[in-house]
């Protein structure tokens, strides 16, 4: 899936507050199930910006909506027939930026305006934390390396590892990130292909690669919930060692 963040609040108002009737349009998939730009915050984002507006003393008009998917026609063509039956001003789009580019293509002379920032092709690992797995490098080679991307989960992104900075399975930037390369010969190993590691892979072209490790998004409130009624590890260590004593 595609994570997003929303952008500050302050951000967004500055896109559109030139603007006298505004249509915010949130997504029902990827931008929903990571907490950033369903129809929950469509409503949060169009209430704070309508606080916002009525501080300045602005009357700017906000409406609000929700497509299935930005991504494909069926879903955006309600989306375009609104905004211009309504006479819509501006369209937020709380999708990501392939639903921005989308939407800005099928208006035209409307402007829209990305509510979120598009961070990485990810997985939720458990409730509230995504990380990322796939670069989106648009030449994939999972087949040479066990199904896990050496791009986006090694922090080096390098083809042939792994280099020799990893330490434990960690990688040497940080213990919290797991060595890419640990991971893709720990699976082979199961799967018997280890052998297959033997190829050297010839250099690419990264200029238009990403870089850093895997990035991560966090909604720490998910998080405390998650945590909510599960007995603390060391409550249960101090429990073990107090029946040992008895």
């Known amino acids: 899936m595609i994570v997003a963040e929303r952008k500050p609040l302050n951000e967004i108002k500055s896109f559109v507050e030139n603007y006298k009737k505004i249509l915010i349009v949130g997504c029902g998939t990827c931008a929903t199930v990571c907490l950033a730009g369903g129809e929950t915050e469509v409503k949060v984002v169009a209430s704070g910006l309508r606080i916002g507006f009525l501080k300045e003393d602005k009357e700017i008009e906000i409406l609000e909506d929700c497509a299935t998917r930005q991504c494909e026609p069926e879903f955006v063509t309600e989306i375009v027939e ?119 892979l010839p250099p690419r072209d990264w200029s238009t690669s990403h870089h850093g490790g895997p990035r991560r998004v966090i ?27 008895r």
């Open 82 to 200: 609104r905004v211009k039956k309504e006479e819509v001003e501006a369209v937020l789009s709380l999708g990501c930026g392939v639903g921005v580019n989308f939407m800005a293509d099928k208006l035209e002379t409307i402007p829209v305006f990305p509510g979120v920032n598009t961070e990485f092709f990810g997985a939720a690992v458990e409730p509230g934390v995504w990380v990322e797995m796939c670069a989106g490098c648009g030449n994939c080679i999972l087949h040479l390396t066990g199904g896990i991307c050496p791009i986006a989960r090694c922090s080096k992104s390098i083809l042939n590892g792994p280099c020799g900075g990893s330490k434990d399975g960690k990688c040497e930037i940080s213990p919290d990130v797991d060595c890419g390369w640990n991971l893709i010969v720990e699976r082979m190993k199961k799967m018997g292909t280890l052998q297959r590691l033997e190829e050297i």
């Open 219 to 245: 909604r720490e409130e998910i998080v405390s919930l998650s945590q909510e009624g599960k007995e603390p590890t060391e409550t249960k260590e101090a429990a073990k060692e107090k029946e040992s004593g």
